[in-house]
């Protein structure tokens, strides 16, 4: 499978990230922090809820500081 669809989320475009999945919101605009994305980027990989899931290769350091630096200023 190309994508794979965690907790209902694909995050393939902009807006299936701004859509969410079945626990509401993926990212709080303007907060990078509080956003389940960014979160999840940032966790242990041993941790059920790190992004990206099994199989899926890991973002470096500075691809989720740019996820970050996206939801704090350029967020439509």
Request: hydrophobic fraction near 30%; glycine fraction near 10%.
């Amino acid at each position: 499978k190309l994508y794979q669809k965690k907790g209902e989320r694909l995050l393939t475009s902009v807006d299936n990230i701004l859509k969410g999945g079945e626990h509401g919101d993926v990212v709080v605009q303007g907060q990078a922090t509080k956003s389940e994305l960014f979160i999840s980027m940032k966790l242990p990989k041993e941790d059920d809820q790190h992004m990206p899931p099994d199989g899926n290769s890991k973002p470096s350091k500075e691809a989720v500081k740019l996820v970050g630096v996206w939801i704090e200023k350029d967020l439509p």
